[in-house]
């Protein structure tokens, strides 16, 4: 929005005048908006997760879980956009070079360009939960996140955690409990392996 525009300049002055009040779910991201937005007014309200549906299950349904899906051995599961800023075809390389000699899927849901060749991908599932429910460890190794519903959803589901080191995620994961945090590496655009 600018000021060297007549629209720009409506647009300004009926901010000025309805005096909205924004919502962001980081305080990180509250200060950024108020900064950009010069001072307004911005709540901080944080995504919530349905406990009902998103909660450890028993070792029985989840072996159920795993056979019906056909998933064996360690899978790391991803859910969310597959876009550069994900970093997933980095993680895929680094994944498959952990990986060699031992059993271990990596699962990919989403829609989006960044699609590399090491990892199953499953379109956007509506019920994410049983896919958390049967997955080993989620993972998130985003070059930025605010607070990713996915991360909060498969904490929720008792998924180990591994993500990177940064925004939200950093504060969420007990590091060492149950999930990892790792440092980031690099802000640019990863090259696709």
């Known amino acids: 929005m600018s000021s060297r525009t007549a629209l720009g300049r409506l647009k300004l002055f009926l901010l000025g ?12 991201l509250a200060a950024e908006a108020r900064e950009l937005l010069g001072g307004a007014r911005i709540e901080v309200l944080p995504n ?13 349904a989840r072996a159920a879980l795993r056979a019906k899906l056909g998933w064996t051995g360690t899978v790391f599961l991803y859910t969310g956009r ?10 895929a390389g680094l994944w498959e070079e952990a990986s060699k000699g031992k059993e271990s899927t990596l699962v990919l849901v989403g829609e989006g360009t960044e699609r590399p060749r090491q990892a199953k991908i499953l379109p956007p599932a509506d019920d994410t939960a049983p896919l958390y429910a049967a997955a080993d460890v989620f993972v998130l190794p985003s070059v930025s996140e605010g607070l ?6 498969a904490m929720s589901s008792g998924t180990a955690i591994l993500a990177s080191a940064v925004g939200e995620p950093k504060r969420r994961s007990s ?5 990892f945090c790792s440092r980031r590496t690099t802000r640019k655009r990863p ?3």
Request: no cysteine; net charge positive.
């Open 17 to 28: 005048r309805l005096r909205p009040r924004f919502v962001a779910v980081v305080p990180d």
């Open 148 to 153: 990713s519903n996915s991360l909060l959803e």
């Open 191 to 193: 090259s696709s392996t």
């Open 82 to 91: 597959l876009s550069w800023e994900k970093r997933l075809p980095w993680f």
């Open 175 to 179: 590091t060492g409990r149950r999930g």
């Open 48 to 60: 919530g997760v349905n406990l009902d549906r998103f909660k450890p299950v028993s070792a029985a």
